[in-house]
DNA sequence: TGACACAGGATTGGATCCAAAATCTAGGCC
DNA sequence: GGCCTAGATTTTGGATCCAATCCTGTGTCA
């Protein structure tokens, strides 16, 4: 374990909050899915740190709901029903919208320039993989300067926990809906420039609804991923 | 620490989980409040357990935002300001609505007897300790049928980090408004028996809107608890 | 041939030990 | 007398070791 030290040294540091970094984006980057087992001494040896931190940061990925435990079997990337991935769903139609108007009148003029070029990226881009990370940077860059610890870290929960199921949906089919995805996008984010809250919070909520009713006609989706 | 086994045995074991609750339960019932430190070697000792399990619980909590933590110089219950607690009444306002309505269709007659019991005792009892107890237990009561582990989680989570502000509300003045709380569960209650969700869910959220705005007419809820 | 039991390996849970960082204290200096 | 600095103490962070539990593979017996 010599060579631990320098992945130690890349990494800057494996604290447990790092630990849950690389794990959390593991997940995200969907090289951990739903079913998957996560093995202690594996992501330790990973990153050149002892088991401890390891077991500390999945405590926390344990409390964002981002892994499953069971006493003396390990963790568990959990399995989510279509109900679940509904409510969730739910959820962001009413959490999502306060974030915004939380964030809006804060949005400086800089803030809008960046949104812009991330949507025009959007519609640029043909990758899907792009697509998911751009437009999670275009919802979540709409909050960003909503500074309500609780709401953010909420809302990033959801997201983080659904990202599965995103991926397959857009892998699948959601190709298609593509278009109507950046003419909902274009619709807040001119809602977002004028500052129009009203309009924002309720273009963004329809937004989110639509996605998940798409959603509930893709029930292949939520099959056994291997 | 030849007693610690002893404790050990009344606790039936001290695995983080429980050390968790245990951490949990001190914060809901006051005994930790915002801004207290919490040293691990003390609660590791209280609980007859080292302090490694209680590091894990510890960075659970962290993820359900009752402590904060700072590198190398431990943990604390966070202090919110008043913004932050009515942003989540707005998020409550928000969400409950939702677990309610997932929860109404498959709540039995026995469910609905045993909130019309927590109700009944609400209005018979002038301890006011004990109403936040039972207040908790009636809505969270009728949100009981919802399976939705991201939604259960996420409600008790509002709950449990503004508890702190809603006892110091309830101590301060809010007995006055004991009549307006009882007639809305009653409204909320009768909704729920009924089976009708659109009234069930407009009451409660009216119920939270009016207590967020209540508090934000007593700003000395959120001064220094010292 | 199938099912059950036992044993060995693998994996997690908990305790103790050591290192690093922060806080507190005391002393010196301006 | 107040402020700054240096050392001691306290507290947290990380690694290693041991115990408890679970999984797996093999063997035996019906």
Redesign the pocket.
Known sequence: ?TEAKQT?ADTG????ARVATYLRDLILRDELKPGD?????DI?ARL??????V??A?RMLEAEGLTE???????RVPRLSMHEVDVIYRMRERLEPLALAESLPLLTDDDHARLEDVQRRIEDNGDLDRFLELDREFHLGTYSACHIDPLNAMVARLWNSTQHYRRAYVAMGGRSRMWVVNAEHRLILDAVVRRDSTDAERFLEGHIRRTRIELGHHPAVFGEPS
Chains 1, 2 share one sequence.
């Open positions: 374990m130690d540091g494996a604290t447990s087992r996560i093995r202690q001494e330790a050149g740190a002892s088991r401890l931190p077991r500390e999945l435990h069971a006493r003396h079997k390990g963790a």
